[in-house]
Structure formats: structure tokens, C-alpha cells
């Protein structure tokens, strides 16, 4: 099949991969992005670890947290625009969105839709988002929420760039105070800038593990120098390799970033912080919502649009 300058651009922006190696990966992967990303990883060619997301929506992700912080949620609605995004209106009716979002009872998003817009019982929600689109004139989407709640600590919260990323974070404790919540509006801020996969890595599934040794021994293997190794040598490579990934995607293995010594980890942190204020203090999860992700935005083209009206198509 023809491979496209489009799928071969994408690919790059995934992977940091040079051009023709990405064109290469598509082809003997007959166009499959996921199985190009792989195979440009087991030739070691992608610096990318993880499929990038692919952020092409725009709008705002905000966060609501109970009085009594026991409860808190996240949701993302989408516009077309970040001239929108920055509406009044548009803020103005997300906050309501939350807000009707921190008491549902909705299980998803289908059945959030249809339940009755809490300012207006005579409409659902979705048909008061259809009038919110009239009234501001761009298509509009309530694309998801996440509720959270703890009834042996608090939850925390954190947004991040007037709402491009919103932050939730599960703590129990049992001790709650000015030092606590502190600490955990600074765990929730290292959840945003540094985009954890898991909690800890009692999350990972044997399946992950065993998949991350098979890529690592192919890039190995497809090393004339690191493949001459004896195997002892080669499994104790994968081994760090693997620890090493671990830290990068695991909360609480991370490197703490406000840590003076660069070294010290988000768990020792927070056992820092609960030693202090002589606590039991355990960070059980977190929500991490960025505006667009995982949404593919249509590429406009207006040299393109405009010959093909003059064509007559």
C-alpha cells in the first residue's frame, strides 16, 4: 500500500524517529501506526517510549472538589477553538458541567447526557449543551468525567495552564492539615508535569512487563555489539532497563521535581512529609485529564479545499 506524507509526519512526531526510517517502519508494517511505533523501537530508532497523544482538540479540563473535600471530580469538555476556550460563556458553563458532574450518578458519559440538566429539569444535559452551541456558535462536547472519592483522607486538586490539564489525587490520611494538603497539591502538580502512567508499579500487569523485556531483547538483539553478550549479562540489562522505565511511569518511583538533591523520590516525599506531622499518609491514586488527548484533529488544507470548489467537487 502508499504509504502517505501524513502517516510518515505523524510517525516522526511519535517517535523523534528520522524520516526514512519512519517510512520504512510503514511500509514493512503495511501502514499500522501502532505496530510501526514498535518496530522503530525494537530497531532502537524511536525515542519515544509510549505512543505520543496526540492533543488536537480544544477546550477545558476543570476540576470540582466537595466542601468537605471528600469528593472531588474532573471533566473535559471540547470546543473547536482556543478562542472559545477562553470564553466567559464557555468557562462559565463548564463549571456548571462539573458541578452537575460531582453529584451524578451517571456510571458514563451516555447516561450523563441524558439525565436532566440540573439548572433546567426540563431539558437533558445534552440538549443543554446543544443550546450552549447556539448561543456560542462552535460545536461543542462533553467528552468525560472521573469522580473520586475518599472518605479516610481527602482528595486534591490542580489544574494547569487555565485548564489545559486537570489533576485529581486520592490521599488518605489521617491527619489532615496545612503541611498535608501542601504535599499533596505538590503531588498532584508532579502528576501534571510529568504525565505517570501508574500509582506504583503494583499496578503493572505481568502482561506489560513481559511485553517491555520481549521489545527490549529485540532492540538488543538487533545490536551487533550488545548481542555478542553472554545472556546473563544481556537479561541483567533488560532488568535495569525495565527498573529504569518503572521510575519514569510509576508515581510514586518518580523523582520528586521540587527534590534539592535530584534525587529523591515522590514516595520518600511523601513519608517525609507524614513522619513531620507524625502521619499515616497513603497516596491510593489519580485522575490526569489534558484537553484533546487521544483526539485526531482534522488538517485543513485551504489551497486544497478551494481547487477542489473550483473542480466542482
Not at 475518599?150 to 489532615?176: C, P, Q, R
Not at 532497563?241 to 527534590?259: F, G, H, N, P
Request: proline content about 1%; glycine content about 6%.
Amino acid at each position: 500500500m502508499a504509504i502517505t506524507a501524513a502517516q510518515v509526519k505523524e510517525l516522526r512526531e511519535m517517535t523523534g524517529a528520522g524520516m526514512m526510517d519512519c517510512k520504512k517502519a510503514l511500509t514493512a508494517t503495511e501502514g499500522d501506526m501502532d505496530k510501526a511505533v514498535e518496530f522503530l523501537r525494537e530497531k532502537g530508532l524511536a525515542t519515544a517510549q509510549k505512543k505520543a497523544s496526540r492533543v488536537a482538540a480544544e477546550g477545558l479540563c476543570k476540576t470540582l472538589v466537595a466542601e468537605d473535600a471528600k469528593k472531588a471530580v474532573v471533566v473535559e469538555v471540547n470546543a473547536e477553538t482556543d478562542f472559545v476556550a477562553k470564553n466567559e460563556k464557555f468557562q462559565s458553563y463548564v463549571a456548571d458541567v462539573a458541578a452537575q458532574a460531582l453529584t451524578t450518578t451517571a456510571a458514563d458519559i451516555d447516561a450523563f447526557l441524558v439525565e436532566p440538566w440540573a439548572l433546567d429539569a426540563e431539558k437533558t444535559v445534552k440538549e443543554a449543551l446543544a443550546a450552549q452551541i447556539a448561543v456560542i456558535g462552535e460545536n461543542m462536547n462533553i467528552r468525560r468525567f472521573t469522580q473520586m472519592e475518599e472518605a479516610n483522607g481527602f482528595i486534591a486538586s490542580y489544574t494547569h495552564m487555565g485548564g489545559k490539564i486537570g489533576v485529581l489525587v486520592d490521599v488518605e490520611t489521617d491527619v489532615v492539615n496545612d503541611d498535608i494538603k501542601e504535599m499533596a497539591k505538590n503531588v498532584a502538580m508532579q502528576v501534571a508535569a510529568l504525565k505517570p502512567q501508574y500509582t506504583s508499579d503494583s499496578e503493572i500487569s505481568e502482561e506489560y512487563i513481559a511485553h517491555e523485556k520481549e521489545i527490549l531483547l529485540a532492540q538488543i538483539m538487533n545490536d551487533p555489539k550488545e548481542s555478542q553478550k553472554p545472556e546473563k549479562v544481556i537479561q541483567g540489562m533488560i532488568t535495569g532497563r525495565i527498573k529504569k522505565e518503572m521510575k519514569e511511569i510509576c508515581l510514586l518511583d518518580q523523582v520528586y521535581v521540587k527534590a534539592e538533591d535530584g534525587k529523591q523520590s515522590v514516595a520518600n516525599y511523601v513519608a517525609q512529609v507524614a513522619k513531620a506531622n507524625g502521619a499515616n499518609i497513603t497516596i491510593k491514586g489519580f485522575t490526569r485529564y489534558e484537553t484533546g488527548e487521544g483526539i485526531q484533529k482534522k488538517e485543513e488544507n485551504f489551497a486544497e479545499e478551494v481547487a477542489k470548489q473550483m473542480a466542482g467537487n
